[in-house]
């Protein structure tokens, strides 16, 4: 199981960036999928869930400037991060609690990480 994330980059306060994220490998169900992020010298906080009924949990920063959302038939969520501020500079990781086969139960999968840097 691969999950290749994508989006990441530079941006000034106040801007956007989209971020996405892929799923793929052998995958027999996908119960949630979604973004938690690690600033230089803190510890890895939840940005964003969301289970495959489309169930949405939000780490208390970002809510209601981050949205997710989620393309089941090709494993991809997306976030579209709205009025960045510095505060929001991380390596996002892109995770994801899946299932390999019928039998079971589901791991935590993550993915390499991509850098976002807001700039003041």
């Known amino acids: 199981v691969q999950l290749q994330a994508s989006g990441g980059g530079l941006v000034q306060t106040g801007g956007s960036l989209r971020l996405s994220c892929a799923a793929s490998?052998?995958?027999?169900?996908?119960?949630?999928m979604g973004w938690y992020r690690q600033a230089p010298g803190k510890q890895r906080e939840l940005v964003v869930t969301?289970?495959?009924?489309?169930?949405?949990t939000y780490g208390n920063s970002v809510s209601g400037r981050f949205t997710i959302s989620r393309d089941n038939a090709k494993n991809t969520v997306y976030l579209q991060a709205d009025s960045l501020v510095p505060e929001d500079t991380a390596v996002y990781y892109c995770?994801?609690?899946?299932?390999?086969?019928?039998?079971?139960?589901?791991?935590?999968?993550w993915g390499q990480g991509t850098l976002v840097t807001v700039s003041s």
């Open positions: 490998g052998r995958i027999f169900s996908i119960n949630a």
């Open positions: 995770y994801a609690d899946l299932k390999t086969g019928f039998y079971g139960r589901s791991s935590d999968y």
């Open positions: 969301i289970t495959s009924d489309g169930i949405t």
